[in-house]
């Protein structure tokens, strides 16, 4: 019971239902609590620029030199971005099929779309130039590589990773605040949507555990196959890992026994050196899932209409914004204030709407990223030579 009472989920648990009360019953007095939540998502936001050029540079500098890690750096970035891209593909097109977001049946009032999507159309360029998370990301990319070439890189590389620590300290204080942005979130928004608004964020939910489920036993699972492995026995191996990561929501705690077990497992040293460390900002596969899904979701609420290009453009984003979402619980939610920063015609203040239910999707996220990154250092190994050892 003493666990309970100290786990965050559990305050954040109490608060959305005392904020499904408050709604119900008060609504009038509930949407006045819209301010919490926004102030909430503002501190995130302020964190946006820190977390994405600290990850993101980092995990670029700590590949060491460019010239000796050759073909094994290669080929995991080649792996990540496609892995990574193709988990995005499959956010984007199980949430426009199975529409978690979409409200219209359930008789709830609708925001008026246009306010959303004036102006609004497909221009790269642009983008690029007048978004400045866009341009943060590009100079943690050119920095991260300009510090491999940096004589005594590594004192650069401990500077960043210091730095990065202490923000994600910051980080981790301003989730404690948590249970109280979802009760007013929550509150505002049953106030204004009523109790039918809770069915779309089930049915997110739902939706994301299953999506999740699948990528990880049948996207994975045909990768591994091709390598005569086995990704039941690969799960059974990291078992332990996997339950820190589930009491944690984080896979940062799980990586230095991982990287042994996965030694264990026949996987070089140079490979697992290489490919977990990056993997952890450049092959989150669960949380490339939930940010497709999640903007998806939220321009459905707001029926807000998207065009091909639109989608092209959200693909795009994600697959920038998503290397800065670190394993650490609550940046996936700052990624996604980010990405929807940059496409301007989508609310931000549909990320009021996912504070509660976020925590309990950040396991199902920090798993994913965790087994997609021992598949990786799995398949990376098999294409360096390597035998693994499956018992």
């Known amino acids: 019971m003493r666990k309970v009472l100290t786990h965050l989920s559990f305050y954040v648990l109490v608060a959305i239902i005392a904020g499904i009360l408050l709604g119900h019953y008060l609504p009038a007095n509930a949407m006045q609590l819209d301010w919490i939540a926004k102030g909430f998502i503002n501190i995130i936001k302020g964190f946006t620029f820190p977390i994405i050029f600290l990850t993101v540079s980092l995990g670029i500098a700590s590949m ?17 971005e496609v892995v990574s891209t193709l988990s995005l593909v499959i956010g984007v097109l199980v949430a426009l099929w199975l529409q978690p977001g979409s409200i219209h049946k359930d008789g709830v009032k609708l925001e008026d ?89 089930g049915k997110l939910m739902g939706t994301m555990y299953l999506t999740m489920a699948l990528f990880i036993i049948i996207v994975l699972g045909l990768i591994l196959k091709y390598y005569k492995l086995s990704i039941f026995k690969l799960l059974a191996h990291i078992k332990e890992e996997l339950l820190i990561v589930f009491g944690t929501s984080s896979s940062e ?32 596969d669960g949380t490339s899932i939930y940010l497709s899904m999640a903007v998806i979701f939220i321009a459905q609420f707001y029926n807000v209409h998207l065009s091909i290009p639109d989608l092209v453009t959200i693909l795009f984003i994600l697959m920038l914004t998503s290397k800065g979402a670190a394993g650490i619980t609550g940046s996936g939610f700052i990624v996604l204030a980010s990405t929807l920063a940059s496409m301007k015609q989508i609310p931000i203040e549909g990320l ?24 990786a250092t799995v398949v990376i190994a098999k294409m360096e030579g390597e035998t693994i050892h499956q018992s």
Not at 179 to 187: K, N, R, T, V, Y
């Open 352 to 375: 009021g709407l996912l504070i509660g239910i976020d925590k309990f999707m950040s396991e199902a996220r920090a798993i994913t990223n965790i087994i997609g990154n021992s598949v």
């Open 64 to 80: 060491g030199d460019l010239k000796k890690v050759g073909r094994i750096g290669l080929r995991s970035l080649l792996y990540f």
């Open 113 to 201: 779309a246009t306010k959303y999507t004036k102006d609004t159309h497909f221009d790269l360029i642009s983008i690029i130039a007048q978004n400045t998370n866009l341009q943060i990301l590009l100079a943690a990319i050119i920095v991260g590589f300009a510090i491999n070439y940096f004589p005594k890189r590594e004192k650069y590389v401990h500077g960043l990773g210091r730095l990065t620590h202490f923000v994600f300290i910051g980080l981790k204080f301003v989730m404690y605040l948590a249970p109280i942005a979802a009760f007013s979130g929550m509150a505002s928004a049953i106030g204004k949507y009523g109790l039918k608004s809770m069915i779309p964020l």
């Open 253 to 284: 705690p799980a990586m230095p026994s991982l990287m042994n077990k996965l030694e264990k497992m026949g996987c070089s040293k140079s490979v697992v050196g290489l490919v977990v460390p990056t993997g952890y900002s450049f092959n989150l």
